[in-house]
């Protein structure tokens, strides 16, 4: 999961909140200028990136426009743009999991919400693929990243296999880049490793290569 900067609202959004039946009866047409400012907000390198796994998004149909308060518990806020986001349509983990009943009951309020703070200073991807909370959160952020990994299964096997291979490309680049390394001051090892960094920009799972890249 990655910090993400929030659009300005779609106007139809305000329309729909008036007079919409639900959000079931949408047309294609309602959807479009929602689906196009989340693509904005998902978006890196002109790909398309889910906004709670980071997993590419290659086609519309592969993704959807996820409610982080869930529509059946919460109606009043269908059509707040600040409870939409983009998953991917895994049933194993993010949005589909999340409200499937397979996995922990939640609030919306105990979730990490990637465009109200940063994930990266919560959340800790290791080597491994696996991701936990950061050691000195207070209890409270603890026990939020806790149930926002629980709840939306970030720690599923498929995804702890892709953020490991990535963790393991980017293992690979430091290997070849090693001896260069150790003859730059940090100031220049630090601009060496960001330009690194955006090499992945456009692959899916960059906070496992950026996090192995300045923590391991």
């Known amino acids: 999961m990655r910090r993400l900067e929030r659009p300005e609202a779609p106007k139809i959004l305000e329309q729909l ?8 009866a949408l047309s294609p ?25 980071e997993q590419l998004i290659a086609h519309a149909e592969k993704g959807h426009i996820e409610h982080l308060a869930s529509r059946s ?8 743009w600040h409870n939409l986001y983009l998953s991917c349509k895994e049933p194993e983990h993010c949005g589909e999991f ?6 922990v009951p ?12 940063d994930p990266e200073a919560i959340f800790r991807i290791f080597s491994t693929g696996k991701v936990q909370p950061r050691p000195g959160l207070d209890q409270q952020t603890r026990e939020r990243a806790e ?6 299964n970030l720690n599923a096997k498929k995804l702890v296999n892709a953020r490991s291979a990535t963790a393991k490309q980017a293992e690979a680049v430091i290997f070849e880049i090693l001896e260069d390394l150790e003859t730059l001051s940090n100031e220049e090892r630090a601009v ?20 192995f890249f300045l923590e391991s």
């Open 106 to 117: 939640y609030s919306p309020d105990q979730l990490v919400r990637p465009d109200q703070e």
């Open 17 to 24: 909140a008036k007079h919409s039946t639900g959000w079931d």
């Open 73 to 80: 518990k919460h109606s009043k806020l269908i059509f707040d």
């Open 192 to 211: 060496f490793l960001e330009d690194e960094i955006r090499s992945f920009e456009g692959s899916p799972f960059l906070t496992t290569a950026r996090q």
């Open 147 to 152: 149930k926002t990994i629980e709840a939306l």
């Open 98 to 103: 999340k409200d499937s009943g397979k996995g």
């Open 29 to 53: 047409e309602d959807r479009a200028p929602i689906r196009k400012a989340l693509d904005a907000m998902s978006e890196r390198g002109n790909r398309t990136f889910c906004n709670y796994c």
